[in-house]
């Protein structure tokens, strides 16, 4: 089966180098954790594998079809979509609005507002507030479907957890699994809240200092904290 999404790539800022080799295969269905301490390049990878930046080295496939890096708007049309961590709302525009200026935009036929809604039973009493009054898990649920109208083939969602209250991701975390068995999308999931991402993903990666130092299923790791903690440790400063 060909991968939804498929990499090897150096990644970085203006040539310096942040992570390196990182290899991924993500199949449709499935949910690829990303772990590590601050600093250790997860932000840069996805900007990478969305196209805000262009790799230092290394390729990147969508359905088996090599795409150049370093265009965010070639990577969206072959369906790669990604939630930042800071949610980038249309503040001013009310929830259907953003939702629906997200759903003309894309090119793909993606699923309904209604359709998306149904994923976020708490957005349903907010479609007509502005998207800077809804509180942050709100704004979060929003940044999400946002995503989801588009329709995506392989969905990067960075630190989705950023801000929130534990309570919030532990109920937002099923929708992650729930989205990638319905839809079939394919996801990578940067977050810190490492235990709640081994609980809905399939495979985990593990990046220290730039460099991949697990690649394992979630469940292993799951059943490893010793080597997760002393991973987190060795990133520390001394």
Do not use: W
């Not at 507002?113 to 502005?130: C, K, M, S």
């Not at 992650?176 to 810190?192: H, K, M, N, P, W």
Request: aromatic share 2%; proline share 5%; charged share 20%.
């Amino acid at each position: 089966m060909t991968a939804a999404l498929s990499c090897e790539v150096t990644v970085g800022y203006q040539g310096v180098t942040i992570a390196r080799d990182v290899a991924l295969d993500v199949e449709r269905g499935q949910v690829v954790t990303v772990l590590g301490p601050n600093g250790a390049g997860k932000t840069t990878l996805l900007l990478t594998l969305a196209g805000f930046l262009p790799p230092i080295g290394g390729t990147i496939t969508v359905d088996g079809q090599l795409i150049r890096g370093g265009s965010a708007r070639r990577l969206n049309r072959a369906g790669v979509v990604l939630v930042l961590d800071n949610r980038a709302l249309f503040t001013q525009l009310t929830t259907t609005e953003n939702l629906t200026v997200a759903r003309r935009a894309c090119k793909r036929p993606g699923p309904s507002v209604a359709e998306v809604l149904d994923l976020f039973p708490a957005l349903r009493e907010r479609t007509r507030l502005q998207a800077g009054m809804l509180s942050g898990g709100e704004q979060q649920m929003l940044a999400l479907a946002r995503a989801l109208v588009q329709g995506p083939r392989v969905l990067l969602i960075d630190e989705m957890s950023m801000g929130l209250a534990p309570v919030v991701v532990e109920a937002l975390m099923p929708v992650i699994r729930r989205i990638a068995d319905d839809a079939g999308t394919a996801v990578i999931l940067v977050e810190q809240h490492v235990r709640l991402a081994l609980e809905v993903a399939d495979h985990a990666v593990v990046l220290v200092h730039g460099n991949v130092v697990y690649r394992e299923p979630a469940a292993t790791l799951r059943g490893n904290s010793a080597a997760l903690e002393a991973a987190y440790r060795s990133a520390a400063p001394a």
